[in-house]
C-alpha cells in the first residue's frame, strides 16, 4: 500500500490558468490510467483552452463554477454536478467570478505505447469567453 494523500498541493502554473488555482494529486496514474486532481479555484479563476485525448470528467464538490465550449455556451456548475468533456473537445473551466470553486478532474493517460499529448493547452480564454452565454 502506497500513501498517496502525503503529496503537496501545486499552485496551477501561469501557462494553464488565470488567476490563483491550486490542485492536490490524488491519484497520480502511476498504477493505472486513470487520474484525479482536487483542483481549487479563487472566484474568476480558470483553466486555458484544452482537450484531453481521452476525455475528461468534471465532478464539484464545493462553490460555483462555469464551463464552456468552443461554440460559446457557457455552463454554471454546482456542487454535485458532473460534467463529461468528450475526447478533443476544447473547453475550459473555473470559478464563478464571486465564487469559489473545487471540482475533481478525472481524465485518463496514454495507453502505453500510445502517441500524441495526455492534454494540449491552447490560449488564455479571454474575459469575453468566460462572460459568454450561461445556462
Same mark, same amino acid.
Given at each position: 500500500?502506497?500513501? =498517496?494523500? /502525503?503529496?503537496?498541493?501545486?499552485?496551477? @502554473?501561469? &501557462?494553464? *490558468?488565470?488567476?490563483?488555482?491550486? *490542485?492536490?494529486?490524488?491519484? @497520480?496514474?502511476?498504477?493505472?490510467?486513470?487520474?484525479?486532481?482536487?483542483?481549487?479555484? !479563487?472566484? #474568476?479563476?480558470?483553466?486555458?483552452?484544452?482537450?484531453?485525448?481521452?476525455?475528461?470528467? =468534471?465532478?464539484?464538490?464545493?462553490?460555483?463554477? =462555469?464551463? #464552456? /465550449?468552443?461554440? #460559446?455556451?457557457?455552463?454554471?456548475?454546482? $456542487?454535485?454536478?458532473?460534467?463529461?468533456? $468528450? $475526447?478533443?473537445?476544447?473547453?475550459?473551466?473555473?470559478?464563478? $467570478?464571486?465564487?469559489?470553486?473545487?471540482?475533481? !478532474?478525472?481524465?485518463?493517460? =496514454?495507453?502505453? #505505447? &500510445?502517441?500524441? @499529448?495526455? /492534454?494540449?493547452?491552447? &490560449?488564455?480564454?479571454?474575459? !469575453?469567453?468566460?462572460?459568454?452565454?450561461?445556462?
Amino acid at each position: 500500500m502506497e500513501m =498517496l494523500s /502525503t503529496l503537496p498541493s501545486v499552485r496551477g @502554473p501561469a &501557462e494553464w *490558468f488565470t488567476g490563483v488555482v491550486h *490542485f492536490d494529486v490524488i491519484a @497520480p496514474g502511476t498504477h493505472a490510467r486513470g487520474k484525479v486532481n482536487a483542483v481549487h479555484f !479563487a472566484p #474568476g479563476a480558470r483553466t486555458a483552452w484544452h482537450r484531453h485525448a481521452h476525455g475528461q470528467t =468534471l465532478h464539484v464538490t464545493e462553490g460555483v463554477g =462555469l464551463t #464552456g /465550449t468552443r461554440d #460559446g455556451r457557457v455552463v454554471t456548475i454546482r $456542487p454535485g454536478d458532473t460534467v463529461w468533456c $468528450p $475526447p478533443g473537445e476544447e473547453h475550459w473551466h473555473g470559478a464563478a $467570478p464571486d465564487r469559489f470553486m473545487t471540482h475533481l !478532474a478525472i481524465w485518463d493517460g =496514454l495507453a502505453e #505505447g &500510445e502517441d500524441g @499529448p495526455e /492534454t494540449e493547452w491552447g &490560449e488564455h480564454v479571454t474575459d !469575453a469567453e468566460y462572460g459568454g452565454t450561461t445556462s
